[in-house]
């Protein structure tokens, strides 16, 4: 992964949030959940600052970053799609959707499109199972998908007429 | 509930809020104050009602009009012809599928009547913003009791007398739990409660912390109280931010009210808690990995014993409970244990919670006494199968459980006999399967999902269940021999003996009993490479049949790889190496032209 200089202000943001923690190891999931909310995601070189911070070494911020999923060491898209994989969403076919999202965005799971507008993850179970399938993008969800409306989602999306842009974290 | 008249009740659990919930308690609000009814009536979200598959649900009270599947621009007739008229909208009333009814009291729906409601009593009847209307229905009444009249001892005793078995999975009797942990010396305790819900396709214990978190509260200071802890923690998945916002809010009322702090109602009882954000990680809802998780660790589970009463969160003397045990608790405190232990079955006491889900008329959350029977559940409560198809089997216990099959519908549900049956009771997910469903895809999408979150520490589960999918994998492609079977048998039998941790002592049960009640489908994938429900694709061929195709191109129109050919009114052609098997031609076609060979 190419080396990424962050800017002080970015290092000051991480000693921040450390600080708000009291530089306790034991926060080390708060301190990341709460960067990676400000920041979007968590690349090795922000790791090494909460390392520092926390005293502690950057193998073992770097093993719990990896352990979660929950935690990304890469940007997600400007539009995060999130495929329901829960049990419900699979037997209503949440499987097929899954591949015409990775036919249409020439993406796989956890990678992002080139210019950066999506991103394809798979979640368990929303909640919502009486809409099974379920897709969302950003914080919008999409009940009872099928493989043929796919097309029309990205392109509500790409066309930027969304009703309102999804947050990235 | 304070001065208002009329209170218009919107369900604001996830599936509803999905469906433009918000919107519609927007658009009610705009129609009230239209209608100058601002101080009469009150528009309040409340947590899920349980019936989602009917959802966005709007509840008017005190009449209990109950509308389904309401869209915001049904705000301007509900206050213009129920509320100012008393008219209630007979569109927007439930109808009953057999008698074709409309039913405006959920009392009267066949959803509502086998269930009872305990751990999800105030679940769509209270504001769970509202701590006010969580007292005004009896709420930390039951923590007054136990500080005032009882003593832990004497509250221990009550759980334990009611039968209370934990309800996130393993089903351990919970006062002597608490019993344990009370006894274990040390100068500082924990209370967790577990909020990790990580059983794929099931939303329990989001949905008691999204509609009365303040149940979960009370019981965590209660269980505080009996074991000597003044500090709780509740661990929760990330990714349910309004479990997260909802609790958020009740923590905070419950400390202006000195419900929690210091001196709680002035008896000299202290007790805090805090909320630690999971991120993720299924196995961390095994409670040793959950602690290490809370402690800032990677969230790998450990031997036990210690058991985490004895030695837990730092190393002290922690009592886990899941989000269901703990809401449970102050019902029993009031009502009393005898009356309790009255409900269920001989070694399951009172009721248990369900995401109902999968292909079934009624999707949604419900709560049954223990002892009914599955049937009652799918056919009574569940509305039967979707689309009228056949039914195939039932899924209970999520990734650890078993598939169940139409010989086991009158079995009364308790922990016991689902285990005897091969599945086990888990934290409350239970899917329904239809003909459609291949049972081998079922086995082989759970053990997708235990591969994933495999935390990797033991050898067996790590690379045991990497074996078991290849051999799922290979049956599923149609390369599968009949040895193979024997292979996942011994494999899964290994693997549950030899993992270190529930994830992997239980992941090749689904492998294991659909093996056992599926094995004809088993057979028919590996000796004839053929899958009797269609579903797995690398045994499949979609084949235009030319004699009954009209050539209506609906087909070609629709087929999102160009795979069809074919000129208007002339039969159509599938290329079979560019055809993807999605299967929109199967389902357009009118004329049963397609066929799935
Ligand atoms: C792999 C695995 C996952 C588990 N997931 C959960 C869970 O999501 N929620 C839960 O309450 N218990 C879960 N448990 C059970 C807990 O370890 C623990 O037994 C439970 O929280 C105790 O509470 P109870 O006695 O009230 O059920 C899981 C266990 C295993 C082995
Ligand atoms: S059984 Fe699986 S999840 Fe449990 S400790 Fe071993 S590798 Fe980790
Ligand atoms: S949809 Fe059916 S009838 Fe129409 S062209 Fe296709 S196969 Fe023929
Ligand atoms: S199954 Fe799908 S890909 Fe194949 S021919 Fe039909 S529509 Fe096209
Ligand atoms: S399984 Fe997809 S929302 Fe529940
Ligand atoms: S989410 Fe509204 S009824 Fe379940």
């Known amino acids: ?169 | 509930m304070t001065d208002y008249k009329i209170h218009l009740l919107i369900c604001g659990g996830t599936g509803c809020k999905s469906s433009e919930s918000d919107e519609i308690k927007k658009s009610l609000k705009y129609w009230i104050d239209e209608a100058n009814l601002k101080e009469e009536a009150q528009v309040v979200l409340t947590g899920c009602f349980g019936f989602c598959e009917k959802g966005p649900i709007v509840k008017v009270l005190p009449d209990n009009t109950f509308y389904v599947e309401v869209k915001p621009s049904d705000a301007e007739e509900i206050v213009k012809e129920h509320l100012l008229k008393g008219r209630p909208v007979q569109r927007l009333l439930y109808k009953d599928p057999h008698t074709n009814q409309q039913i405006s009291d959920s009392k009267g729906m066949d959803f509502y009547k086998k269930q009872m409601r305990i751990a999800l009593r105030n679940c769509g009847f209270i504001n769970p913003e509202s701590i006010h209307e969580y007292i005004s229905r009896d709420g930390y009444m039951a923590l007054g009791k136990c500080l005032t009249e009882l003593t832990p001892e004497e509250t221990i005793k009550e759980v334990k007398d009611s039968g209370l078995r934990g309800r996130g999975g393993g089903g351990f009797p919970t006062g002597l739990k608490w019993e344990i942990t009370r006894n274990s010396e040390a100068d500082q305790k924990y209370v967790v409660c577990n909020a990790d819900e990580g059983d794929p396709g099931a939303f329990m214990d989001r949905s008691i912390l999204e509609g009365d978190p303040h149940s979960v509260i009370e019981a965590m200071a209660i269980c505080g109280y009996c074991i000597g802890a003044d500090k709780g923690l509740v661990y929760i998945r990330a990714e349910y931010p309004l479990a997260i916002e909802r609790l958020t809010t009740a923590l905070r009322h419950a400390r202006e009210y000195g419900l929690l702090g210091n001196d709680i109602l002035g008896t000299g009882f202290n007790f805090e808690i805090d909320i630690r954000l999971g991120a993720g990680a299924f196995v961390c809802g095994e409670e040793t990995a959950l602690i290490h998780s809370m402690e800032g660790l990677r969230g790998e589970p450990t031997f036990k014993p210690p058991f985490p009463s004895v030695a837990g969160y730092l190393g002290k003397p922690t009592n886990v409970n899941n989000v269901e045990t703990f809401a449970n608790i102050p019902v029993i405190i009031n009502k009393g244990a005898a009356w309790f232990s009255e409900i269920g079955t001989e070694k399951s006491k009172g009721t248990k919670v369900f995401a109902l889900a999968g292909k079934i008329n009624n999707v949604g959350l419900i709560e049954v006494p223990m002892g009914t029977t599955l049937r009652e559940v799918i056919y009574d409560i569940g509305g039967g199968i979707k689309d009228g198809k056949e039914f195939k089997s039932v899924q209970t216990g999520g990734p650890s459980g078993g598939c169940l099959t139409k010989d086991f519908l009158d079995t009364p549900i308790d922990y016991d006999n689902l285990l005897a049956a091969g599945s086990m009771m888990g934290s409350g997910g239970m899917i329904v399967m239809d003909e459609d469903d291949c049972m081998v895809s079922i086995a082989k999408f759970y053990l997708e999902f235990t591969l994933e979150e495999s935390c990797g520490k033991c050898s067996p589960c790590r690379i045991g269940n990497k074996r078991l999918h290849e051999i799922l994998e290979k049956i599923t492609k149609g390369y599968g021999e009949e040895k193979d079977i024997e292979r996942l048998k011994l494999l899964s039998n290994v693997i549950k003996d030899t993992s270190l941790c529930g994830l992997g002592q239980s992941s090749p049960n689904p492998v294991l009993s659909t093996i056992a009640n599926f094995e004809d489908e088993y057979l028919a994938h590996v000796q004839e490479q053929r899958c009797p429900s269609g579903q797995c694709k690398a045994l499949l061929k979609y084949e235009i049949i030319e004699d009954l195709c009209t050539g209506c191109t609906l087909c070609f129109r629709n087929c999102p790889v160009g795979a069809i050919t074919g000129e208007r009114r002339q039969p159509h052609y599938i290329d079979q190496s560019l055809c993807i098997k999605c299967g929109a031609c199967y389902e357009k076609c009118k004329f049963n032209a397609i066929k799935l060979s």
């Open chain 1, 1 to 169: 992964m190419p080396k990424i200089k962050l800017a002080e202000n970015t290092i000051q943001i991480i000693k921040d949030i450390c600080s708000e923690f009291n530089h306790s190891e034991g926060e080390l999931i708060n301190v990341l959940h709460k960067v990676q909310h400000t920041l979007g995601y968590l690349p090795a070189e922000v790791q090494e600052v909460i390392a520092r911070e926390l005293k502690t070494s950057v193998a073992k911020v770097y093993g719990v970053v990896t352990f979660y999923s929950f935690f990304t060491m890469v940007p997600k898209g400007e539009f995060p799609i999130s495929i329901c994989m829960g049990t419900a969403c699979y037997v209503r076919g949440a499987e097929q959707v899954l591949s015409e999202f990775k036919r249409q965005l020439k993406v796989e799971v956890g990678e992002s499109t080139g210019d950066g507008k999506f991103s394809l993850n798979c979640l368990r179970c929303v909640g919502a199972c009486g809409l099974a399938p379920v897709v969302m993008v950003g914080e919008k969800v999409f009940g009872r998908v099928s493989p043929t409306q796919v097309k029309q989602i990205i392109a509500e999306y790409r066309e930027g007429c969304a009703t309102e842009p999804a947050k990235s974290a």
